[in-house]
Nanobody, 114 residues
Framework: HVHLVESGGGLVQAGGSLRLSCAAS????????TGWLRQAPGKEREFVASISPTWSGVSTYYADSVNDRITISRDNTKNTVYLQMNNLKPEDTAVYYCQAHRYWGQGTQVTVSS
């Protein structure tokens, strides 16, 4: 059975930082492209960042809106993917989801106050 569990969300002031974690069981992150997406109230889910599998040579990709503020990384020993978010803005407020292959986590809420 596959489980992706996000954590690390919360309430932060604009300009602050958060690190989201996504821990997996039943699926090996290093074998798949793993991504973070987010969904703000009333908006469609959108891509934030992704990291390619180890076998393809690790590459990272970012949405233009977060390119210089967010870093995705992976710890293969912990089977965990991280999203380091700096200089957060109110428009970053959303539920953040981890996704790998066809599996999704339940999401973690990030709220940025102005």
């Amino acid at each position: 059975h596959v489980h992706l569990v996000e954590s690390g969300g919360g309430l932060v002031q604009a300009g602050g930082s958060l690190r989201l974690s996504c821990a997996a069981s039943g699926v090996t992150f290093s074998s798949y492209t793993t991504g973070w997406l987010r969904q703000a109230p009333g908006k469609e889910r959108e891509f934030v960042a992704s990291i390619s599998p180890t076998w393809s040579g690790v590459s990272t990709y970012y949405a233009d809106s977060v390119n210089d503020r967010i870093t995705i990384s992976r710890d293969n020993t912990k089977n965990t993917v991280y999203l380091q978010m700096n200089n957060l803005k109110p428009e970053d407020t959303a539920v953040y989801y981890c996704q790998a292959h066809r599996y999704w986590g339940q999401g973690t809420q990030v709220t940025v106050s102005s």
